[in-house]
């Protein structure tokens, strides 16, 4: 239950951002992480930002990539992050055997 708990988590502080109650320009601010059932490594993933632990952890990447926008990281510079972790595709072309 714990990775629900990390994307509920990530979630609700991406959600915070975009709705705020007008008294706090940003919501992400007065987040509070310790309300989520989150193990060791991922609350310090997620306090630290560090998006490679996330992807590691089995965050969605659809989250990741709002989670990165949320904290500021531009396209390129999260994919940077990401790079190692890919996996080259090897394709061949139906007439290459």
């Known amino acids: 239950m714990s990775l629900y708990q990390l994307h509920r988590c990530v ?3 991406v959600r915070a951002g ?3 109650d007008g008294g706090d320009a940003d919501g992400r601010k007065s987040f509070d992480a310790g309300r ?11 306090d630290t930002k560090d998006v490679a632990a996330l ?4 965050l969605h990447a659809v989250l990741l990539n709002r989670f ?6 531009a396209r390129d510079d999260y994919r ?3 790079e190692p972790f890919g996996v080259p595709e090897e ?7």
């Open 11 to 13: 979630y609700d502080y």
């Open 18 to 20: 975009e709705i705020s």
């Open 36 to 46: 989520y059932e989150l193990s060791d490594d991922e609350r310090k993933a997620f």
């Open 55 to 58: 992807y590691q952890l089995g």
């Open 68 to 73: 990165c926008r949320a904290v500021g990281y």
């Open 80 to 82: 940077k992050m990401l």
């Open 91 to 97: 394709r061949k072309a139906r007439w290459q055997k």
